[in-house]
Every structure is written in structure tokens, then in C-alpha cells.
């Protein structure tokens, strides 16, 4: 069975929030569209909405230009930093799953990623594993991994970016006999574990939602703060969840419900925070 994990890169990182996540939530969401580039002094000002204090920002930034996310320039001799073009690629391949949901129907069939790596790589090992779990893989057997076949073009992507081809073979299934698929299903997936995650999610974020039906008037650095929370907060689940179709799902899947929550989240306090970033930024 699969287990639920972070982003191993460290661009999906969001357990308890850290402040790198919520600077990559920050720069993923309104950075891109002016360059991916922001001042130091604009994203302290932004992170302190979020009660981040300077010296943890400082502390972020650097660890995510370590970690190739970020990159130091300077713009009209202001100094900042901007999304590296492997931070772009990822979160423009995260708006896929983040903002969109894809349709999975059991014609469709399957894709199944078969690999042997020797122990002598066992880090290489450590990297498939991690990367086809945060695609949404399941575990069908041991070095065979199964998702749904809209999946296939994203792992075949990722598998050539990290350079992991020569370790892997992608094949096109369907299944057809002998266990009944439903039980299979809760072999191959953790769905218990990532209902869960769906569950702590709508706790979290539907009495948020429930302020702001209510409020009568508009706070937007208010706005700014719980959207870029909650963006942080869901931008994982899209990615540990297959997206399997709905006839094999449980009866009382969450994660419609916790999408239809993010969805309406977006839609109340996206623009707001937008301009709240405009009268920091000036751009």
C-alpha cells in the first residue's frame, strides 16, 4: 500500500505550513504573472500578513535557493529573488492538478510503471518511489506501480526530467480478472489515509469559508493570508490523489466535497488577495 508523503523536492512541502511553503505558494501564485520575480522587502511585508517574522523569511529564502527554486536578481536596483525555470515548470505542471480535475473513466484503462533498480542505486530506489507516489501511483506489487491512464503523459515527463528512464518500463492496461477491482483498490492506494487528509482539510477551511460568507466587509490582507494558507494547505492532496474513476471510489469519498470547498475559497478571496499584492508590490 502507498503511503501519503510530501513533495520530496521540497516545492510541495506544506506539513504545519512552513514558511518555504508558503513563499512557493506566494511566488506560485502571484509572482509568476510579473516575472516570478518579488523584492525581499515586498515578501517580508507579505509573509508578516502570515505572521512570519523577517528572520524566518531570510531563513527560507536561503534554503530555497539551495535548493534551486529560487534564484537572487535584482530588479530597477532593488534586490529580490526569482522562481528558477525548474520552480516554473513544476508549478505549471501543479496548476494541472491543483486547479483542475481530470475526468477518469474505467474504459479508460491503466498505466503501469514496472521497474528494477540495482542496490547499488538504492537512492535512485528512493527517488522512483518517492516521485511515482507523488504522481498518485498506487502499489500493484513489488516494482510494479498502476495509476489511472491520464496520468501516463505527467510520469512519463517526470521520469524523463529526473532521468530515471532507463530503470522504468510504462505499459497500457486493462484489467481483467480475477479479484473484484474494488477490493484491489484498497490494496494498491491508501484511500483511508488520504480521506483523512480530506477530512482535516474541510474541518480547517469550511468555518474560514463560513466567516467570510458572513463578513460585511472586506479585509484583503485578511484575504491574502487565509488564501495563500489555504492554497498551501490543499496544493498536496490534487497530487497524492489518483484521481480514480468514480464507480471504484467509497461511497463516502470526501474529496469532491473538500474540491468543491478549495474551489470556493478561490473564487471568494483570490482577487482580493490579489490586489492586496499589487498595493505591496507596486507591480
Known sequence: MTTLTADPQGVGETRGLQPRALIVTTYGAFAREAGGWLSVSSLI????????????????ISRLK??????????????GYALSERAREILAEG???????????????????????PESERDR????RSRLTWLGFGTAAPGVWIAPAHL???AREELERLELTSYVNLFRAEYLAFADIR??????????????????FRTSWQPVLARWRRRR??????????????????????????GLPVELLPANWHGSRAADLFESLQLLLREPAHRHVRAITGR
Not at 539551495?66 to 534586490?79: D, F, M, P, T
Not at 496548476?95 to 533498480?117: C, E, K, T
Not at 530506489?125 to 522512483?128: A, I, K, S, W
Not at 477490493?183 to 482535516?200: H, M, P, V
Open 66 to 79: 539551495r535548493r534551486g527554486i529560487l534564484e537572487a536578481a535584482k530588479l530597477n536596483s532593488s534586490a
Open 217 to 242: 466587509s472586506l479585509d484583503e490582507g485578511q484575504a491574502f493570508a487565509d488564501y495563500i494558507r489555504a492554497l498551501t494547505h490543499w496544493r498536496r492532496l490534487p497530487f497524492l490523489d489518483p
Open 45 to 60: 511585508r507579505l509573509m508578516a500578513d502570515l505572521e512570519v517574522d523577517e528572520p524566518a523569511v531570510r531563513s527560507s
Open 183 to 200: 477490493a484491489c483498490i484498497d490494496q494498491w492506494w491508501n484511500l483511508e489515509g488520504l480521506q483523512r487528509l480530506y477530512d482535516e
Open 95 to 117: 496548476d494541472r492538478r491543483i486547479f483542475q480535475r481530470p475526468v477518469s473513466r474505467l474504459s479508460d484503462g491503466w498505466v503501469l510503471a514496472v521497474f528494477s533498480v
Open 125 to 128: 530506489r528512493h527517488v522512483l
Open 152 to 154: 501516463y503523459d505527467e
